[in-house]
Nanobody
């Protein structure tokens, strides 16, 4: 099995910064796409940013210029640096990875358990 464990969520004031981390563990052969989604109360889960090694990162319009996604492939870890946070960024942030396990031919999607980010004064 593959597990994704997020960390870094917290309460922060508007204009502040946070860095989320997500480490994938298990018998992993290849990780294709890694990314972050978020879900605010009463809303559907939405894409925040995704990254594929060797390609430009992809960002939601509302976070461009404020958030930066990066990954450390030897560590199977993806990061989300969030700057200039706004109250509307408040949500549960979920890590995502598209993974091929050893001895498997296909890729499968995995999700973390979520980490709470609250932006409030």
């Amino acid at each position: 099995q593959v597990q994704l464990v997020e960390s870094g969520g917290d309460l922060v004031q508007p204009g502040g910064s946070l860095r989320l981390s997500c480490a994938a563990s298990g018998i992993i052969a290849v990780i294709n796409v890694m990314g972050w989604y978020r879900q605010a109360p009463g809303k559907e889960r939405e894409l925040v940013a995704t990254i594929t090694t060797g390609l430009p990162a992809n960002y939601a319009d509302g976070v461009k210029g404020r958030f930066t996604i990066s990954r450390d492939d030897p560590k199977n870890t993806v990061y989300l640096q969030m700057n200039s946070l706004k109250p509307e960024d408040t949500a549960i942030y979920y890590c995502y990875a598209n993974v091929r396990r050893l001895t498997y031919a296909n890729f499968f999607n995995y999700w973390g358990q979520g980490t709470q980010v609250t932006v409030s004064s």
